[in-house]
């Protein structure tokens, strides 16, 4: 069946504007997680969707990140004002629900370069 | 808090021969453990994991990492190297309870060599 999928999956834009990073999950899978991978870093979390809800955003940067699932399937991930510093691969999985036992499943990201 | 360290940023083996990716881990709670692959411009996948019943995991490919808690350590080992295990290796670690995000490690280059 069909993965994780992620739009688009190049992004170029310029400083202080606003985008929108898509996941689509694997159907039928109630969580849904974003990490960034910065160049030669490992994922860092930033959040995690459990049906519509933000179970856990504690690893949001700041106030200018913001993610939303409102029919918890697919989820868009939203950076206002954006820096430099923002630039790497937004990584987006999903599991059939939360919980340790559960895999979760890697899209191929979203390389996105603020310039 | 839970983290890994990956000792290595890159590796090189021959074709052949025995691959060691190294992982150590730290974690006030019995740990989940986790390896993952990152092939160039695609998703990680996973290549296997621990969830404290054997301590000696095989995965995918060929893979296989031992759970030492007195080491801490969670290392990658595959007997015969392949070209095409060439990729991007990560450590994670989960915590148990419903915590369900995934700590990675910054990776480890693997390069084969004929």
């Known amino acids: 069946g069909a993965g994780v999928s992620q739009t688009p999956s190049n992004k170029v834009t310029e400083k202080g504007k606003y985008v929108e990073l898509r996941c689509d999950p694997i159907?039928?899978?109630?969580?849904l997680y974003w990490y960034r991978q910065s160049l030669g870093q490992g994922p860092e979390f930033l959040i995690y969707f459990q049906g519509t809800g933000a179970a856990d955003d504690s690893g949001l940067p700041n106030d200018r990140f913001f993610a939303v699932r409102p029919e918890g399937s697919v989820s868009t991930l939203k950076i206002q004002r954006t820096e430099r510093g923002d630039s790497a691969v937004y990584l987006c999985?999903?599991?059939?629900?939360?919980?340790?036992?559960?895999?979760?499943?890697f899209g191929p990201g979203t390389r996105l370069t603020v310039t | 808090a839970q983290s890994v360290t990956q000792l290595g940023s890159h590796v090189s083996v021959s074709e052949g021969a025995l691959v060691l990716l190294r992982c150590n881990y730290s974690s006030s709670v019995p740990p989940y453990l986790f390896w993952y692959v990152q092939y160039p411009n695609q998703g990680l996948q996973l290549l296997l994991k621990?969830?404290?019943?054997?301590?000696l995991v095989k995965g995918i490919n060929g893979f296989e990492a031992e759970f030492k808690k007195s080491e801490t350590s969670f290392h990658l080992t595959k007997p015969s190297a392949h070209m095409s295990d060439a990729a991007e290796y990560f450590c994670?670690?989960?915590?148990?309870?419903?915590?369900?995000?995934?700590?990675f490690g910054t990776g480890t280059r693997l390069q084969v060599t004929l």
């Open positions: 999985a999903s599991s059939l629900t939360a919980g340790v036992s559960y895999e979760q499943y």
């Open positions: 994670a670690v989960r915590g148990t309870g419903t915590a369900s995000k995934l700590t």
């Open positions: 159907s039928g899978h109630t969580a």
């Open positions: 621990y969830t404290s019943a054997a301590t």
